[in-house]
């Protein structure tokens, strides 16, 4: 069965760095997005991307994140100067067109900042 | 703006016994989607159920079910014949309808302990 894969599982990286984490979504879907969920918190949306544009993000989503989808396989999300405050799990997920409401889920990328 | 709320951060059953978990949510919208998804340790969160705000009869999927109030706005999920394999984290989510997006607002997440 397809599934949504993320790289890489854990990354480390120092307050003021840049992150890339990467997905790559279920083959035929169109529609992706970003969550996060800080340790004991909820799972927060941050970005929905469809026909290479950003369809909707939230407050969280400022001028230090960006996502992109490089090719026809990739989906990026890119935080340019970590803070702390962004050490997290950041979820991926697809959807296809048919099924309106199902979203497919990556395992993760565990962030943390030190 | 919409909220969800599980109050039960976590919970314990018994193997082939029945267990509630509680999920309510706040929307001004009159159509909408709820979910229960499912996150096994170190793995993808799935779908388990959905149930369209516009239908009366509660959903059902095999083992799973809801209870779907909506004018108390709650939306609890029953697992009946609780499994080994049910052991996860469980989320509530609420996603409005019409939506350009599929944007999903969840709740905290409710950690279920199914015990031998």
């Known amino acids: 069965e397809p599934e949504v894969t993320q790289t890489p599982s854990h990354q480390v990286t120092q307050m003021g760095q840049e992150v890339i984490l990467r997905c790559v979504p279920i083959?035929?879907?169109?529609?992706f997005y970003w969550y996060r969920q800080i340790l004991g918190q909820k799972v927060e949306f941050l970005v929905s991307?469809?026909?290479?544009?950003?369809?909707?993000k939230s407050e969280i989503f400022d001028d230090q994140f960006s996502v992109e989808r490089p090719d026809g396989s990739n989906f990026t999300l890119k935080i340019r100067s970590t803070k702390l405050e962004d050490s997290a799990m950041y979820f991926c997920?697809?959807?296809?067109?048919?099924?309106?409401?199902?979203?497919?889920f990556g395992p993760g990328t565990r962030l943390t900042v030190t | 703006a919409q909220t969800v709320t599980q109050s039960q951060p976590e919970m314990s059953v018994q193997e082939a016994e029945t267990v509630t978990l509680s999920c309510t949510y706040d929307?001004?919208?009159?159509?909408?989607?709820l979910f229960w998804y499912k996150q096994p340790p170190s793995r993808q969160m799935i779908l388990v159920i959905r149930?369209?705000?516009?239908?009366?009869q509660n959903a059902t999927e095999n083992r799973f079910s809801v209870n779907f109030q909506k004018a108390a706005k709650s939306f609890s999920l029953k697992i009946s014949d609780s499994q080994l394999g049910d052991t996860a984290m469980y989320f509530c989510?609420?996603?409005?309808?019409?939506?350009?997006?599929?944007?999903?607002?969840f709740g905290q997440g409710t950690t279920l302990q199914v015990k031998p």
């Open positions: 149930q369209e705000a516009y239908k009366q």
């Open positions: 989510a609420f996603m409005k309808q019409p939506s350009n997006t599929g944007k999903l607002i």
């Open positions: 929307t001004s919208e009159s159509n909408y989607y």
């Open positions: 997920a697809s959807k296809g067109q048919g099924r309106v409401y199902e979203q497919y």
């Open positions: 083959s035929n879907h169109l529609y």
């Open positions: 991307f469809y026909n290479n544009e950003i369809s909707e």
